[in-house]
C-alpha cells in the first residue's frame, strides 16, 4: 500500500501518524495505520495515537496493535533506546556489566507482535549501543529477570509480560541494579529520555545484528542450576519432603510455570506434583479460562478442582501466567475447596517461615535485626506476630516495588528479611529475589502442608490456630470496573469535600470514622502535624478510613488495569473473640462503604465478575 497522507483535522494527531509512518518497519501494524487513515476512521486513529503510553513504575503495561498508545515493535523500540540512554547516565560501567531480558509466551498475530520479538528487538538496541545482553534463550518466570539482576551483578533487568492481564495485552517491567522494580525518580526520568529518543537508531529495527554478537549471552542454563541450588536455603524439612504423602496438582494457567514448579519441588525432594493438562503448556488464547489470574478465585480453577478431585490430591497450587503470583486452595472435610485469600496465606507463610528460622536461630538477640514486610492495603497479621514474638514488622506502599526496594535497604544493613508480602498473591519468600515469586513460593507452600500432615493437620486448621493464638484479622478485598478516568476522579474528591471543601466523612451508613489517611494529598489525620508518613503520589488515588469498631478500609485505583480497589480488615485481639460474628459485622461495613462511598449505580461502576 503506497503511504497515505493523514488528514484528520487534527493536526496534533496528523503529527503524530505522520512520525508513527516514517519510523514503523512492521508492515502488518504500518498498514493497519494506513487502512484506518484510508478509510476516515478518525476515532480509531484517536484511541490509537491520542496519547503515548505513560511509562510509569511499572514500566508499560497496554493492548498490543498499531500505534503510540500501544505495545508493538515501534513502541519497544523507543523505550528501549530511552532506557538504554538513561543507563548510560547513570552507570559509567554499562558496557561491562550489561542488563538481562527475559520474557513470557504471550502473542499477538494481527499485528506481528510476541513476547520474544520485543524481547529481541529491545536486545538490539542494548547491542548496536555495546551493551551487553543477557537474554534468555526460552520463556522464563518473571523472577528469573530480578534474580539474574542480583546474581549477575548487572545494571538492570527488563521482562516482556503483561502478568495475568487479558490475552491482548503486553507490557515492559523495568528492575534497577539492586534488583528491586525501579521507583521514583526513575520511571520520570526513563519517560523523558523515552520523548529524546523517538527516532529509531541505525541498527534498533535489525534483528540480525544480536544472532553472532559476542554482547550476546544466554542465562538459561546458569540461572536455571543456580536459582534452584540458592531457594534449596529455605528448604527445612528435606526427610519429611521424601516422604509426604500430600497429593499436590499444580497449574500455570497456560502460562510460563510448569517446568521451573516442577524444577522448585524437585529441588525440595517431593514427588512432581500433578500437572493439569490443558493448561500446563503455554497458550497465548489462554483458551480454558476467562480471567488468566488465579486471583479471581474459583472460576479460575475448575481443571485444576477437577483433576484433583479424580487423583485424590488435597492441595492445589496455581501460578498466574508469569508464575510471579500463588494461589492455593485445600480440599476440606465437606469436600468443598476453600481458595485461600492472599491474606491467609501471607499468615500461613509468615507464620511458617518463622517458625523454621527459630528453630535455626535460638538466640533471642538475633530477634532485632529480623525484618518482615507487607504492603499498606494487606492484613496486618504480621503485626501481631510480629508484636507478640520480638522481630520488626514493617509497612510499605503498594506494590512489590516498594517492599523489594525496602528489603534491599534493610539487607544492606545487615539485617534479615524473612518475608515480603502484599494480598495480591504475591509472596517474596526468599531474599535472593527482590519481588514476588511463585515458584519459590510453592515448593515452600508444600513443604508447610507436608509438615503440617505429619501433625494430621491441614492449612485450614493451621489458620485458625495462628489466628486463635495472635488474634483473628477478617479480611474482604474486592473492586469495581470503570473506564472513565473522569468518573473515578469526581468518586475520589467527593470524598475529599464530603462536608464542604477538604472535608472528609466522619460516618458511613451507622459506621463512626475515626481516622483518614490520603495517600494522594498527603494528608494523615492521626499524625501530629496531619502529614502522612508513607511517601504520597498526586497520579494515583489512595484514601484510607478507619472506624470506630477497629474496621479498616482502603480505597484505590490500579496502576494497570481501569479497577478501584477497595481493601477492607477488621482486628480483634487474641482471646475469645467470635469470628463468625466479625465477619457479619466486616460485611455490614462494606456493604456501607460501597452504597455510601462508591455510589455504583450513579457512577456505572460494574463490580467484580462472579
Not at 510453592?442 to 501433625?455: D, G, K, N, V
Request: with cysteine; proline share 5%; charged share 25%.
Amino acid at each position: 500500500m503506497d503511504k497515505i497522507i493523514p488528514n484528520t483535522g487534527e493536526e496534533k494527531l496528523d503529527q503524530a501518524i505522520k512520525q508513527w509512518l516514517k519510523y514503523d518497519k512492521n508492515p502488518k501494524t504500518s498498514e493497519a495505520v494506513q487502512q484506518l487513515v484510508a478509510d476516515g476512521n478518525v476515532e480509531e486513529l484517536r484511541v490509537s495515537f491520542g496519547l503515548r503510553m505513560e511509562f510509569g513504575t511499572a514500566g508499560l503495561r497496554a493492548a498490543m496493535g498499531a500505534g503510540t498508545s500501544r505495545m508493538n515493535d515501534l513502541t519497544i523500540i523507543q523505550t528501549t533506546q530511552g532506557f538504554c540512554s538513561y543507563l548510560e547516565k547513570n552507570f559509567p560501567d554499562l558496557k561491562e556489566r550489561g542488563v538481562v531480558i527475559g520474557f513470557d509466551a504471550r502473542a499477538h498475530p494481527p499485528s506481528g507482535s510476541s513476547s520474544i520479538r520485543f524481547a529481541k528487538l529491545a536486545a538490539a538496541v542494548f547491542i548496536s549501543h555495546g551493551v551487553p545482553v543477557y537474554l534468555f534463550s526460552d520463556i522464563t518466570p518473571t523472577p528469573f529477570v530480578p534474580y539474574t539482576v542480583t546474581h549477575l551483578s548487572l545494571c538492570a533487568g527488563i521482562m516482556v509480560t503483561a502478568s495475568h492481564n487479558p490475552k491482548q495485552d503486553n507490557g515492559y517491567k523495568v528492575y534497577w541494579a539492586n534488583g528491586a522494580q525501579i521507583i521514583s525518580p526513575h520511571d520520570k526520568g526513563i519517560a523523558s529520555a523515552i520523548e529524546e529518543n523517538l527516532e529509531p537508531w541505525p541498527q534498533s529495527w535489525d534483528e540480525t545484528i544480536i544472532k553472532d554478537s559476542p554482547l550476546l549471552k544466554d542465562p538459561y542454563a546458569d540461572i536455571n542450576r543456580d536459582y534452584f541450588q540458592d531457594i534449596q536455603k529455605h528448604c527445612f524439612h528435606r526427610e519429611i519432603n521424601k516422604a509426604s504423602k500430600v497429593k499436590f496438582v499444580h497449574t500455570s494457567v497456560h502460562g510460563v510455570g510448569h517446568t521451573f514448579v516442577q524444577s522448585a519441588f524437585k529441588a525440595f525432594d517431593f514427588a512432581p506434583p500433578l500437572a493439569v493438562a490443558e493448561q500446563k503448556d503455554p497458550d497465548p488464547e489462554f483458551s480454558t479460562v476467562k480471567y488468566p489470574n488465579p486471583e479471581e478465585g474459583k472460576g479460575v480453577l475448575t481443571l485444576s478442582f477437577a483433576l484433583a478431585d479424580k487423583e485424590g490430591a488435597q492441595v492445589i497450587l496455581a501460578n498466574d501466567p508469569d508464575a510471579d503470583r500463588l494461589a492455593v486452595a485445600e480440599k476440606q472435610d465437606s469436600g468443598e475447596w476453600k481458595v485461600f485469600s492472599g491474606n491467609e496465606l501471607g499468615a500461613l507463610l509468615g507464620w511458617w517461615i518463622f517458625t523454621c528460622w527459630k528453630e535455626q536461630n535460638t538466640d533471642p538477640c538475633a530477634l532485632k535485626d529480623v525484618y518482615m514486610l507487607a504492603s499498606t492495603v494487606s492484613s496486618k497479621i504480621l503485626r501481631a506476630i510480629a508484636l507478640k514474638e520480638g522481630f520488626h514488622f514493617e509497612e510499605t506502599l503498594t506494590g512489590f516495588k516498594w517492599m523489594g526496594n525496602r528489603a534491599k535497604q534493610l539487607l544492606d544493613q545487615r539485617k534479615t528479611v524473612l518475608f515480603a508480602f502484599e494480598e495480591a498473591i504475591g509472596y517474596m519468600c526468599s531474599p535472593v529475589v527482590l519481588d514476588k515469586d511463585g515458584v519459590s513460593a510453592s515448593a515452600i507452600t508444600a513443604e508447610l502442608c507436608s509438615y503440617l500432615a505429619i501433625r494430621n493437620m491441614t492449612l485450614s486448621q493451621q489458620l485458625k490456630a495462628i489466628y486463635e493464638e495472635y488474634g483473628y484479622h477478617i479480611t474482604k478485598a474486592s473492586y469495581f470496573i470503570c473506564h472513565d478516568s473522569k468518573t473515578i476522579k469526581q468518586l475520589f474528591e467527593r470524598l475529599r469535600n464530603f462536608e464542604g471543601e477538604n472535608t472528609y466523612p466522619r460516618t458511613c451508613g451507622g459506621f463512626e470514622v475515626c481516622g483518614v489517611r490520603d495517600l494522594t494529598t498527603g494528608y494523615d489525620s492521626s499524625q501530629a502535624d496531619k502529614k502522612a508518613v508513607l511517601p504520597t503520589s498526586k497520579s494515583s488515588q489512595m484514601i484510607t478510613f478507619t472506624f470506630s469498631n477497629g474496621g479498616v478500609a482502603t480505597m484505590r485505583t490500579s496502576g494497570t488495569e481501569p479497577k478501584i480497589k477497595y481493601y477492607t480488615e477488621l482486628c480483634a485481639p487474641p482471646g475469645n473473640s467470635d469470628p463468625e460474628q466479625l465477619k457479619t459485622e466486616l460485611s455490614s461495613l462494606v456493604d456501607a462503604i460501597v452504597e455510601h462511598f462508591f455510589e455504583p449505580q450513579k457512577n456505572s461502576l460494574k463490580p467484580q465478575p462472579e
